[in-house]
């Protein structure tokens, strides 16, 4: 599985623990109910672009090593207050 696509939906939560997507470059999870994005270190590590624009995100904190080959990351039309970014 390299791309997904599950845009639009009503998804509550999506908790990315699986190796099943060890190989994936592309998430779309745009336009769902997403609150939180939880994230086990080492499962994205081929992931390019990320979308979670129109969720309600209120925290998105990028540590160093979850996503590192993230080149596009889509967070508009959430409800973010700040972006801390950790190493």
């Given at each position: ?40 270190p080492g499962v ?44």
């Amino acid at each position: 599985l390299m791309e997904l696509y599950l845009s639009r939906n009503q998804l509550t939560s999506f908790p990315v623990t699986s190796e099943v997507f060890l190989l994936l470059s592309a998430l779309h999870l745009d336009g769902n109910q997403l609150a939180s994005f939880p994230v086990t270190p080492g499962v994205l590590p081929e992931l390019r672009s990320l979308h979670l624009s129109g969720n309600q995100l209120a925290s998105f904190p990028v540590t160093s090593g979850v996503f590192p080959a993230l080149m596009e990351l889509y967070l508009s039309r959430n409800q973010l207050t700040s972006f801390p970014v950790t190493s």
